[in-house]
């Protein structure tokens, strides 16, 4: 008897988890994800596009229907990708947007600031700039949890050169405390009235926190928020503390269903479902089943969700072979008819290493003026000579484009050699 009582609380358990997560399954989750890194008028940021990118990576790898990405956007092409989602938002029962990139407060509003921004004044902000209610209003229609991630609490350039038109204008630093609806979260880099880090490595600290825990499994998205924050708070010292406002109703909400990290012990399935010498998959296994082994950025994410994890040596070792992979490819300069988005990958690999002497040694004169003008065209460079037209285009509007301090560094080491090899310029 006790054996089928036992057998019966199996199925009966073995069955709520399947209607469980066909429940889940069928909620329909989306996602906005920008980065501005590419400034015009004040200096570059150098991670906002990788930390968009890494944030992709993990929405896609987490199952979201639609994960729209853009990087390095002007106010009119900001307000049409958030028009756009807004289509996506309005049959959606989760709806994400994330941003990295300047953002800055003015009179106890918020706003995003756009690549092309000049803010010269400070009555610009509101024609050159997004503001956060705009965000907020466009994702109004989703149904379960509206959630808005600001990786934007940076110092903001722009107020040390801004002219004030009235005396009393509160320009403050950091953002402001906001009062999302509910249903609605709204997640600061850092606390209102603070700035955050951009970071020394390849994200934010605030994106490295989300990348590890945002999407485990099972875990409530406030929960999820504030393990974001202590790992902030470790990982900075005590001198960044993330923020999170809004509230949600009485059930826990994970981005992503399933997995026992959120549940409280006495709801777990009992072992006796789990029939006797079956295997145990951990989840670094897997998701390693599943993962892009030839993105870099996949591979990263892996590694900070599963640093300890045996997977992660596997890990280690393939994004070795994928980054001397990319390193190559840099080398072999593709011919000016390539298509846009090999000229991309080269550009995105000059962006973020610093090339060495004996690289680029063995390049001759087309490679090494191809090369160095990947780089500007990167950042929205303006070509007038018909060679550059025809290999770059004519979209560039930028006469004297601003370089990050790896993009510099490459140019003058490309400059140098192409001086070496007696290059025309």
Request: glycine share 8%.
């Amino acid at each position: 008897m006790r054996i089928a009582v036992g057998v019966i609380v199996a199925a009966c358990c073995t069955l709520v988890s399947l209607l469980q997560a066909g429940a889940a399954q069928a909620e329909k989750r989306v996602a906005l994800v920008i980065g501005n890194g590419a400034y015009q008028r004040v200096s570059q940021l150098p991670n906002p596009g990788r930390d968009a990118a890494a944030v992709e990576a993990l929405l896609r790898r987490a199952g979201f229907a639609v994960v729209e990405v853009r990087r390095d956007l002007t106010r009119v092409a900001m307000l049409g990708a958030l028009r756009d989602f807004s289509e996506q938002v309005r049959d959606a029962d989760i709806a994400v947007v994330f941003y990295a990139g300047h953002g800055m407060e003015m009179d106890g509003s918020n706003y995003l600031i756009p690549v092309d921004a000049a803010l010269e004044r400070d009555i610009d902000v509101k024609d050159e700039a997004v503001a956060l209610e705009r965000v907020a209003e466009l994702i109004e229609p989703a149904k379960r949890l509206r959630l808005i991630i600001l990786d934007a609490c940076r110092d903001n350039p722009f107020t040390r050169s801004m002219r004030r038109s009235v005396g009393k204008r509160s320009i403050g630093r950091g953002l402001a405390q906001v009062e999302p609806s509910s249903d609605t979260l709204i997640g600061f880099a850092a606390k209102a009235g603070s700035t955050a880090e951009d970071g020394q490595g390849s994200n934010s600290p605030y994106t490295r926190a989300l990348l590890k825990h945002l999407t485990t499994p099972g875990l409530d998205v406030q929960l999820a928020l504030r393990r974001v924050r202590d790992e902030v708070l470790k990982s900075t010292k005590g001198k960044q503390e993330p923020f999170t406002y809004g509230s949600l109703g009485g059930a826990e909400i994970a981005l992503v269903p399933g997995g026992a990290a959120g549940q409280p012990l006495a709801q777990m399935p009992p072992q006796s479902i789990v029939p006797a010498g079956a295997p145990v998959v951990s989840a670094a296994a897997r998701e390693w089943q599943h993962l892009d082994k030839s993105s870099a950025v996949e591979l990263n994410v892996f590694i900070e969700r599963h640093g300890a994890s045996a997977e992660a040596a596997y890990a280690r070792a393939r994004l070795k072979e994928v980054e001397e992979a990319t390193r190559k490819a840099a080398l072999t300069t593709p011919a000016p008819s390539a298509r846009p988005q090999d000229r991309d990958s080269l550009a995105d690999a000059l962006a973020i290493r610093q090339l060495s002497r004996a690289e680029i040694a063995g390049l001759d004169c087309d490679a090494l003026w191809y090369m160095r003008n990947t780089i500007y065209a990167r950042n929205g460079y303006r070509f007038r000579t018909a060679k550059g037209r025809q290999a770059f285009g004519t979209s560039g509007t930028v006469d004297n484009p601003r370089l990050s301090t790896i993009e510099d560094y490459n140019v003058k080491a490309i400059q140098a050699a192409e001086s070496g090899n007696g290059c025309p310029r």
